[in-house]
């Protein structure tokens, strides 16, 4: 029988691509989504790349009776990855108290029901905003964490450290703390993809408008950095690659014998671009000019950074493979099939 699993947040940006690895790897899943920033017909998508419609519940993790119908309506769930969050910095500092009752009252709720309902183990989806303004980089998870810079950050390492207490108090669980870099690019099939809604506030969203004519240029937040081309440098890693290492870390989770109940992993390519080498990157590899110009700084942004993704490479033998420009043209191809639907 294929091991069944629960992917909160399934019909989002990295969940869609995620639900797709599953599934071509054998897993049966299950999706919950509220559709607060994703739409149904996401679960289309999934079923015309891989065959199979996974179930779809739509539905609140804040809501504990949902989620308990939900186990009982599917039994068998062995794991879950929890991408189900609500993730746009800025609003996080005009609304901290829907932030932290989303992303803190799903994960609360989820592990509550895990002993319950007899689920190994959750893959978490953190993110490199817990490390700030790194000392130096590369950067590896033993790099120190620095406070928060916006409750949605701030959710993240509380996140973290919720998990590690719970599983310090004799739950029987494990976790995987999956710390994401730049997730960029969508699957090659261009049957899913992001979907920002309203203006992006992510460079590369913002890129494929500009480029397609929906935005008229894109606006370079600072070239006065201390970088060799003066704009700020991110580790970007395809959605593609980044949605196989959940695949990996839960075999790893529920396989491994002689794991630590809680590990933790940066998922990244190991290398900094800034965001003028990435519009380069697109031009490149699409043919099409990006119209830009450089603007001021964006309050809060941090200078560089980027992984040090050794760890994953070495244990859960997972590598981002992705070349830059192929992601590249991937977004693009996605921003066409947005803007012809
Ligand atoms: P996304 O917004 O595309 O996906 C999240 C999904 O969760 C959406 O479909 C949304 O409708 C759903 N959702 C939100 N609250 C819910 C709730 N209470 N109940 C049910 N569904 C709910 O975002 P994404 O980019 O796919 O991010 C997935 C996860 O990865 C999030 O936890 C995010 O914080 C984390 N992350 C993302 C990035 C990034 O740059 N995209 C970086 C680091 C970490
Ligand atoms: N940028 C621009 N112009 C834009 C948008 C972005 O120049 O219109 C620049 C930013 O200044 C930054 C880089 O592009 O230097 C990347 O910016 P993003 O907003 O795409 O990504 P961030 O690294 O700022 O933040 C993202 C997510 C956060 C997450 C963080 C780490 O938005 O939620 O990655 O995972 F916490």
């Known amino acids: 029988m294929k091991t069944k699993i629960l992917v909160t947040g399934g019909t989002g940006y990295i969940g869609s691509h995620t639900v797709v690895e ?4 054998g897993y049966d899943v299950v999706i ?19 065959g199979i419609r996974p179930a779809f519940v739509e539905g609140d993790c804040t809501d504990l009776d949902t989620l308990r119908t939900l186990f009982r309506e599917h039994p068998g769930i062995k794991g879950i990855i929890n991408f189900a969050a609500s993730k746009a910095v800025g609003e996080s500092v005009q609304k901290p108290l829907l932030y932290y009752r989303n992303n ?14 007899d689920v190994k183990g959750v893959v978490f989806s953190s993110s490199c905003t817990v490390y ?11 790099a120190p964490i620095k406070p928060a810079t916006s409750p949605y950050g701030n959710t993240k390492q509380i996140s973290e450290e919720i998990i590690r207490d719970y599983v310090a108090s004799g739950a029987p669980i494990k976790s995987i703390l999956l710390r994401y870099f730049n997730p960029v690019g969508a699957h090659p099939s261009a049957l899913i993809g992001e979907l920002p809604l309203g203006v992006p506030q ?18 370079v937040f600072g070239d006065d950095y201390n970088t060799p081309d003066g704009s700020c440098i991110r580790d970007y890693i395809d ?7 959940h695949v990996i870390a839960m075999e790893r989770m529920l396989d491994g014998k002689d794991t630590e109940p ?37 309050a809060g942004d941090i200078e560089k950074i980027w992984a040090d993704p050794k760890r994953a490479n070495e244990v859960l033998g997972w590598k981002a ?18 803007t012809k639907h």
């Open 22 to 25: 599953l599934q071509q790897a």
């Open 32 to 50: 919950i989504d509220n559709l607060s920033n994703s739409n149904a017909a996401v679960v289309d998508g999934i079923e015309a790349i891989t």
């Open 104 to 117: 803190l009252v799903t994960l609360i709720n989820l592990l509550t029901l895990m002993p319950e309902f």
């Open 132 to 142: 700030g303004e790194p000392d130096r980089n590369p950067i590896d998870e033993t």
């Open 202 to 219: 992510n460079l590369v969203p913002y890129l494929t408008q500009a480029a397609a004519g929906i935005r008229p240029e894109l606006t």
């Open 239 to 245: 959605v593609v690659d980044l949605a196989k290492a």
């Open 262 to 298: 809680v590990e933790v992993f940066n998922l990244g390519t190991g290398r900094g671009l800034s965001v003028l080498e990435l519009i380069s990157a697109f031009e490149r590899a699409t043919g099409v000019k990006v119209p830009h110009k450089i603007g001021p700084r964006r």
């Open 321 to 338: 493979e992705a070349d830059i420009e192929d992601t590249m043209r991937n977004a693009w191809a996605w921003q066409q099939h947005v």
